[in-house]
């Protein structure tokens, strides 16, 4: 997929360092196609459908990455795509998708009843559909990422990775681990959208009534069947974030890094951050997923940064 999707860079900050007291390595997947590391599974999924699937068109639900990097890729291939959104997703990633040629229909209030909806109509379209996570194709398409993060930094001892569904942490533990066995993946969760954390530390697998996060690209009810036994078997922990630090990690990334990133994007760094003290690594990479942010809610994010103690804010945002 060399030649598909961009090889994207690795980044450091002597700050970060300094702060964590670890050598740390953000994976810049917000400079991936259409903005966020999707487009690898989107295309990797594509090229593996027959003809006569890729025919009748592909169809999906998505928060708003995964569709784009789909409508993306079905262009690419001059193939019809439809794609459902939830009505709260946020205007850039909307009209992105529909910037590349992709049919939108939003409904629902969240991914789930958008997602369900999807199927419904794929019953009556016919279109193949393209699961945003629950995949192997899409997985193995994610995993690409840590491929390129070990070839880019073999010493790295720790990944840090957003969770939503899990395709994401699926694909990146199978990859990972295939190269060096003794590489820790620690997910990070959203605490409010907190179903596959739930599911990996108690067991059970319960769906959520409903979530609520500015980590959109992450808020999902329930993780994957596929993906949840993969993630049992291969991720080492799951930790969650609060809003406000989620937040605060998109802050400190604008004012640090001078680089945009979402909510789900700052979640592995946030992750970092409030559980730096349990994080026994020396060499620890951060996967930056995304950077599809909408402007218009930055002054919400800023406020909800606040709301972490001053002290923390301040060691973080110091210039």
Same mark, same amino acid.
């Given at each position: 997929?060399?030649?598909?999707?961009?090889?994207?860079?690795?980044?450091?900050?002597?700050?970060?360092?300094?702060?964590?007291?670890?050598?740390?390595?953000?994976?810049?997947?917000?400079?991936?196609?259409?903005?966020?590391?999707?487009?690898?599974?989107?295309?990797?999924?594509?090229?593996?459908?027959?003809?006569?699937?890729?025919?009748?068109?592909?169809?999906?639900?998505?928060?708003?990455?995964?569709?784009?990097?789909?409508?993306?890729?079905?262009?690419?291939?001059?193939?019809? #795509?439809?794609?459902?959104?939830?009505?709260?997703?946020?205007?850039? +990633?909307?009209?992105?998708?529909?910037?590349?040629?992709?049919?939108?229909?939003?409904?629902?209030?969240?991914?789930?009843?958008?997602?369900?909806?999807?199927?419904?109509?794929?019953? +009556?379209?016919?279109?193949?559909?393209?699961?945003?996570?629950?995949?192997?194709? =899409?997985?193995?398409?994610?995993?690409?990422? #840590?491929?390129?993060?070990?070839?880019?930094?073999?010493? =790295?001892?720790?990944?840090?990775?957003?969770?939503?569904?899990?395709?994401?942490?699926?694909?990146?533990?199978?990859?990972?681990?295939?190269?060096?066995?003794?590489?820790?993946?620690?997910?990070?969760?959203?605490?409010?959208?907190?179903?596959?954390?739930?599911?990996?530390?108690?067991?059970?697998?319960?769906?959520?009534?409903?979530?609520?996060?500015?980590?959109?690209?992450?808020?999902?009810?329930?993780?994957?069947?596929?993906?949840?036994?993969?993630?049992?078997?291969?991720?080492?922990? =799951?930790?969650?974030?609060?809003?406000?630090?989620?937040?605060?990690?998109? =802050?400190?990334?604008?004012?640090?890094? +001078?680089?945009?990133?979402?909510?789900?994007?700052?979640?592995?760094?946030?992750?970092?951050?409030?559980?730096?003290?349990?994080?026994?690594?020396?060499?620890?990479?951060?996967?930056?997923?995304?950077?599809?942010?909408?402007?218009?809610?930055?002054?919400?994010?800023?406020?909800?940064?606040?709301?972490?103690?001053?002290?923390?804010?301040?060691?973080?945002?110091?210039?």
């Amino acid at each position: 997929m060399d030649h598909i999707v961009h090889h994207t860079t690795l980044r450091t900050s002597a700050t970060t360092n300094k702060r964590t007291q670890k050598n740390v390595y953000f994976k810049m997947e917000n400079q991936q196609k259409t903005g966020a590391f999707k487009f690898r599974g989107a295309s990797y999924k594509l090229m593996r459908l027959t003809d006569e699937q890729l025919a009748c068109g592909v169809i999906t639900a998505s928060a708003g990455n995964h569709a784009q990097g789909l409508a993306l890729a079905a262009y690419k291939l001059g193939v019809k #795509a439809t794609i459902y959104m939830a009505e709260p997703t946020p205007d850039a +990633k909307v009209e992105a998708t529909r910037g590349y040629g992709a049919e939108v229909v939003l409904i629902g209030e969240s991914f789930q009843e958008a997602y369900e909806a999807s199927v419904e109509y794929q019953k +009556k379209c016919g279109a193949t559909y393209v699961h945003p996570f629950d995949d192997y194709d =899409i997985m193995a398409g994610q995993g690409t990422i #840590a491929l390129e993060l070990l070839e880019q930094e073999s010493r =790295i001892d720790t990944i840090m990775v957003p969770i939503g569904g899990g395709g994401l942490i699926s694909g990146i533990a199978v990859a990972a681990k295939s190269v060096n066995p003794n590489i820790r993946v620690i997910g990070v969760q959203a605490a409010s959208a907190a179903a596959t954390h739930t599911a990996y530390h108690e067991g059970a697998v319960k769906k959520l009534d409903k979530v609520s996060t500015i980590a959109e690209g992450i808020a999902v009810k329930q993780p994957g069947e596929k993906t949840l036994p993969i993630i049992r078997h291969y991720v080492d922990d =799951i930790i969650t974030v609060s809003e406000a630090e989620i937040a605060h990690a998109i =802050i400190y990334m604008l004012e640090r890094g +001078k680089t945009l990133v979402e909510g789900a994007g700052a979640a592995g760094l946030a992750g970092l951050l409030s559980h730096n003290d349990k994080i026994d690594s020396r060499h620890c990479g951060v996967i930056v997923s995304g950077g599809n942010l909408d402007i218009s809610k930055l002054s919400h994010i800023q406020a909800l940064a606040r709301q972490l103690k001053p002290e923390v804010s301040h060691k973080a945002l110091v210039l």
